[in-house]
């Protein structure tokens, strides 16, 4: 049985193991918890002892937000918890003017079904920062 937790901060490293499959580098378990800690909001679904996927978002807390991160194992993809992970940070948000992202274009269709209108967007990557 999937559970949703917002409170991240009993999380341990060793649970956040498995994500983001086929980047050359993704951040480390240690990385990904002062994320998960340091963001504005966060969810995650548990499975037993170990996290299956993960949204977050950062904000000014009163206009705006950024959702960077909402990542579901690959084993676990397919089931409904991304969709309940956005569905479950976009209410703790709800008060915001704008909640935005970025998305490679295969994803369009999954964020327009939750509300969300494509627009044009500019990135900045620094893959040396991942380690």
Same mark, same amino acid.
């Given at each position: 049985m999937? %559970?949703?937790?917002s409170d991240v901060q009993g999380l341990h490293a060793d649970a956040l193991t498995g994500f983001f499959v086929g980047w050359p580098q993704?951040?480390?378990p240690e990385q990904l918890l002062a994320v998960l800690r340091g963001s504005y909001r966060a969810v995650v679904a548990v499975?037993?002892?170990r996290v299956v996927g993960?949204?977050?978002a950062v904000s000014d807390g009163v %206009?705006?937000?950024f959702l960077p991160w909402l990542e579901v194992l690959p084993g676990h993809q397919g089931q409904g918890i991304g969709s309940s992970l956005l569905d479950r940070v %976009?209410?703790?948000l709800a008060h915001l003017y704008s909640v935005d992202l970025t998305c490679d274009p295969h994803l369009r269709g999954f964020y327009e079904r939750h509300g969300f209108t494509a627009l044009d967007a500019m990135g900045r990557r620094n893959p040396t920062a991942l380690g």
């Open positions: 999937i %559970l949703y937790h993704g951040p480390t499975d037993g002892d993960f949204v977050t %206009l705006t937000a %976009l209410g703790e």
